[in-house]
């Protein structure tokens, strides 16, 4: 059956993952576009509610009441004005059998994003991305037809090396939502205070601190970096051809951080995109790597 209303929603994203999803059956890329769609919806709930500025309870209980609609809507029981997206994730979780653990994992870490703004260490960073990033790798493993429990490590090391990379791209929105992504003992590492990060897209701070940045980044991208080379490590050989849409969004995500890495400093300025061109190529680059 068509996921309509879900296609509908991830090709108004524009989003680099969609390319991936024509390298899959047409039953798979439906799938795939629920899930998608799925999580879209679930992080919109928080960032409009930021942007408008809802009050906090009252985004709290928006997130909740999405919660129950979901637990509904996947144990076959859709509660009244339940969204078609919501209809069409019941379908393919039941279709595909995706633990409900993984949705609400989800839904955990968007709920992060309403109770802080800020991370410590790596370790609470690391907590969020598994969240919000390494469940929805988890979530596609059935849908991708993947059998060796190794790809649950992959999925989750690919899902932490795009939410990183994801973090690096949108440095200027999330200092404007108030959020800071990079953990505090980065910024003391690299001698910058929480204030002067939340700065730099104005241009009110000196070159040496533009310099301190610059430096941040290039320690920040490594780190997102070796979490691409992680999930490499963890590719099964009988399952490579399974995850070949894993392997494009990999290429086509790692390319984008490769496109950061070159001039780490536009990012204060634009958010980095690959072209249409680009993204073909690497997308083709990431299938070949599935076959070879």
């Known amino acids: ?12 994203s524009g989003s680099n993952f969609i390319s991936s999803f024509w390298f899959l059956p047409v039953h798979k890329r439906r799938a795939m ?23 906090l309870n009252a985004a709290r209980q928006e997130l909740e009441d999405w919660r129950k609609l979901t637990v509904a809507a996947v144990r076959g029981t859709p509660l009244p004005g339940s969204p078609a997206v919501l209809l069409e994730l019941s379908r393919t979780v039941t279709d595909y059998k995706i633990p409900e653990e993984h949705l609400m994992g989800l839904i955990d870490g968007c709920q992060m994003d309403l109770e802080k703004n800020s991370y410590s260490t790596f370790s ?51 200092i404007a939502r108030g959020r800071i992504y990079f953990p505090q003992e980065d910024l003391s590492r690299f001698e910058l205070t929480e204030s002067e990060f939340i700065s730099l897209p104005t241009g009110h701070v000196t070159g040496a601190k533009l310099e301190k940045f610059k430096n941040l980044m290039v320690f920040e991208i490594e780190r997102a970096e070796s979490f691409y080379e992680k999930a490499n490590s963890e590719i099964a050989s009988d399952d490579k051809k399974n995850l070949a849409a894993a392997l494009v969004m990999a290429a086509v995500y790692r390319a984008i951080l490769k496109k950061i890495g070159k001039n780490p400093l536009a990012i204060l300025d634009e958010k980095i995109r690959l072209s249409r061109a680009e993204s073909l190529i690497m997308a083709l680059q990431g299938w070949f790597k599935s076959v070879v």
């Open 124 to 174: 609470e960073l690391y907590e969020y991305c598994y969240r919000v990033a390494g469940t929805v790798g988890l979530m596609c493993l059935p849908v991708f037809g993947a059998q060796n429990i190794q790809s649950r490590d992959f999925a989750v090391s690919l899902g932490l090396a795009f939410q990183l990379t994801n973090i690096l791209r949108d440095v200027k929105s999330d």
């Open 33 to 55: 576009n629920v899930i998608y769609a799925y999580c879209r919806l679930t992080d919109d709930i928080v960032d409009l509610a930021q942007e408008k500025g809802t009050p």
């Open 1 to 12: 059956m068509p996921s309509l209303q879900s296609e509908a929603v991830a090709r108004a």
